[in-house]
């Protein structure tokens, strides 16, 4: 028991350095990137750099996200590779520990790893991108990003038909109020109604229209009907939280958020797919530190004569082709030639497979 618990730790302390390196270079390859611009844009409105760094920083969790698989990879190639190199796998197999006993503190890394991808891509990366959005427009603007949103449209389906949509100029959310507001309603995909009104408040539980007309249709003529408050509730699902929600991009929202998003939007097709790709996507870019974890260990191991040049240059290719299956399952999914699911998978699949077996192969 004592000589596994050594074992353990001897590889996780080999492992630890190169994966930090990992971290370091390419989040920071992203972050560098981003800054050159941010500098630019700061000196063509007269902020200060150090306001540049700042919004750069507030992207570095975002990268972060893509950068962990990468360098558990990267990590546990040089690692490995050099263990392998140095011919320490063969004294550890002739103390009588095999593949899979040897390689178990790798995957367990790569599952820590994993939790901590999901949690950044979940909490972290959310905040950080709506921060660096309100410091961005207050950048350029000079100003505070306001709280009222213009141009709200809000679209209602059920059993895959369109059964109402809601135009405001403005939606206040400390108020939780519209103005300028038209609403139509739909039977049968066919309009039903039109009321324009001049505001739309939230009490009772309720939206309520103030100040306006209703025009009401049917086969043979119309009818306009004037009120200075609808007597009936307007009939549709949102709530103030769910307006502010629709607002937001994917990237803004935790895997909570994005879920709450779908099930609002279900039944709107397209929108709904690219949605849905990228909650799965919210798992799965993350689980990749584990199936980098199980494949560079396959591969370290499998290649006694593997060096630091080999490992380097080995995790550079294979994340390079596990991006273009990331960005073709993803292209394929919003197409809808795939399920979304599967869009976001993909890349997951073809590569954990590859690992699985490697990894049979040198445990036999």
């Avoid at 949690?119 to 959310?126: E, G």
């Avoid at 995909?189 to 505001?199: F, H, I, L, N, V």
């Avoid at 004569?305 to 380097?312: D, K």
């Amino acid at each position: 028991m004592k000589l596994c618990s050594i074992l353990d730790r001897y590889i996780l302390s080999e492992l630890i350095l190169p994966f930090v390196f990992g971290v370091v270079a390419f989040a920071g390859i992203f972050v560098a990137a981003d800054l050159v611009y941010l500098a630019r844009v700061a000196v063509s409105v007269g902020a200060s750099f150090f306001t540049a760094i700042d919004l750069a920083l507030m992207k570095f969790p975002q990268m972060l996200v893509y950068a962990l698989p990468m360098a558990t990879l990267m990590g546990v190639l040089l690692a490995l590779g050099k263990m392998s190199q140095n011919s320490e796998f063969i004294a550890i197999q002739a103390c009588g520990q095999g593949f899979w006993r040897t390689i178990r503190p790798v995957i367990i890394f790569g599952f820590i790893i994993t939790l901590l991808g999901i949690f950044v891509n979940d909490v972290l990366a959310p905040a950080a991108i709506v921060r660096y959005e309100r410091l961005f427009y207050e950048m350029v603007n000079k100003k505070s990003m306001p709280r009222i949103t213009r141009n709200v449209l809000l679209e209602d389906y059920e059993g895959g038909k369109i059964k109402s949509i809601i135009y405001a100029a403005e939606f206040n959310p400390d108020t939780n109020d519209f103005t300028n507001v038209s609403y139509f309603s739909f039977a049968d995909g066919k309009p039903s109604s039109t009321t324009q009104a001049k505001q739309m408040i939230w009490s009772d539980e309720a939206w309520y229209l103030i100040e306006g007309r209703t025009t009401y249709y049917n086969e043979l003529s119309t009818t306009e009907m004037t009120f200075q408050r609808s007597i009936q509730p307007v009939p549709i699902q949102y709530k103030p939280k769910d307006v502010s929600l629709q607002q937001k991009k994917p990237e803004q929202m935790g895997i909570r958020e994005l879920k709450e998003r779908i099930d609002l939007l279900q039944g709107e097709g397209e929108k709904i797919t690219k949605l849905l790709i990228e909650y799965y996507q919210k798992i799965s870019v993350p689980f990749a530190s584990l199936i980098f974890a199980l494949l560079g260990a396959a591969l370290a191991v499998s290649s006694p004569r593997s060096g630091s040049a080999r490992g380097f240059g080995l995790s550079i290719a294979i994340v390079f082709l596990y991006y273009i299956l990331l960005t073709l399952a993803t292209v394929l999914g919003e197409g809808g030639h795939i399920p979304p699911f599967l869009a976001a998978w993909f890349q997951n699949i073809i590569v954990g497979i590859w690992g699985v077996r490697l990894a049979y192969k040198r445990g036999r």
